[in-house]
């Protein structure tokens, strides 16, 4: 096999939201490296706590069979970045080692000239493609769509390998989704278009460092209270949801509290009011900013006051109501959450010793 790249290292960065799959996305690349593309090759991931609308970030290397991988660290000048959805811009480090050599792809229905200005990209080739569209065509997820994308991007990865590596590995465990998973896979290969942008000075070259949060264990005020502990109130959660959202229907509400009860992120507003003449809690609407587009809150409403609907098709935006738990208009969502270690997969093959 011809691998195109003759330095060191051949590196791969995956920015992403939980709930997305860019987690399982770096592990087949790294497989996908090891055993089908006969490299030496490591992946592992980065991010908070296991859930929906955590940050997330997956490390990719690859290395030639005569080069063993000796590092273990994040990937800060990558080779490629994958940027699972477009309302990571603006966030920190996410554009961070982009270079004139770098090939970044994003998940938006945008063209190569809005989101390169809306990421500040400083220069590199852009490629773009509305995967979450495609994903809910083909009844598949986002990161098999991306994945034929970085085959493409790359320039020396084969579409046939990457369905190998899906049906040795996922259609084993889920053989009802690999029909849509492989034509996800080839319509991200085949769907992607992109442009090279020169470095004019526009946007600045940012290094990548490591955030620390304004607010933590060594920085936090001493006696500092936090009323909604294990909530993740700070956090805008809208990127993690995958083209559905939940719709409120104010006149069908009876107040039942079963969507508060349900819902894992506290969407639904819940305001001291009068229903049918008395004093009661009553549901106002839900903070979208928090929703991660679950939807169980459709599957428990005994009243049909909660439907679902496609994002692209509604306006959310006017019947958004704002979490009445914060203390301030003005209140800014955190960027970042927790920045754990918490799991390292490697792979590494071809190697004599």
Not at 213 to 218: F, I
Request: proline content about 5%.
């Amino acid at each position: 096999m011809g691998v195109c790249f003759d330095k060191d290292y051949y590196e791969i960065r995956l920015e992403s939201i939980g709930g997305l799959g860019a987690n399982l996305a770096g592990k087949l690349l790294g497989e996908l490296g090891a055993l089908y593309l006969e490299l030496n090759a490591s992946s592992f991931a980065s991010y908070g706590s296991e859930k929906r609308g955590s940050p997330v970030k997956s490390f990719i290397r690859y290395s030639k069979p005569d080069k063993e991988i000796r590092i273990n660290c994040p990937v800060i000048s990558p080779d490629m970045l994958v940027i699972f959805h477009d309302r990571l811009a603006g966030k920190p480090l996410v554009m961070a080692g982009v270079s004139e050599q770098t090939k970044v792809i994003v998940n938006t229905k945008e063209s190569p000239e809005f989101i390169r200005n809306r990421f500040k990209m400083p220069a590199g080739e852009l490629f773009v493609i509305d995967a979450l569209k495609v994903a809910m065509e083909n009844k598949t997820r986002v990161n098999m769509v991306l994945l034929g994308a970085v085959a493409k991007a790359s320039g020396f990865i084969p579409l046939d390998s990457v369905e190998s590596v899906i049906s040795d590995t996922l259609g084993k465990k889920y053989p009802k989704s690999m029909e849509g998973n492989l034509k996800g896979i080839r319509a991200g290969f085949n769907g992607i278009s992109g442009v090279v942008i020169q470095n004019d000075g526009k946007y600045p070259f940012e290094k990548y460092e490591e955030v620390k949060r304004l607010w933590g264990y060594d920085n936090a005020p001493l006696g500092g209270v936090n009323p909604i502990f294990g909530s993740s109130v700070s956090n805008d959660l809208s990127a993690s949801r995958e083209g559905y959202v939940p719709l409120f229907d104010k006149d069908k509400c009876i107040n039942c509290g079963m969507c508060d009860i349900y819902c894992p992120d506290m969407v639904f507003q819940f305001v001291k009011g009068e229903y049918k003449g008395k004093e009661s809690m009553v549901n106002i609407g839900p903070d979208y900013r928090h929703c991660k587009g679950c939807l169980r809150c459709v599957e428990v409403c005994p009243t049909e006051a909660i439907t679902f609907g496609l994002e692209s098709e509604n306006d959310i935006s006017k019947t958004n109501v704002d979490n009445v738990d914060l203390l301030t208009d003005n209140f800014n969502f955190d960027d970042v959450g927790a920045n754990s270690w918490v799991e390292s997969v490697s792979y590494t093959t071809n190697s004599e010793n």
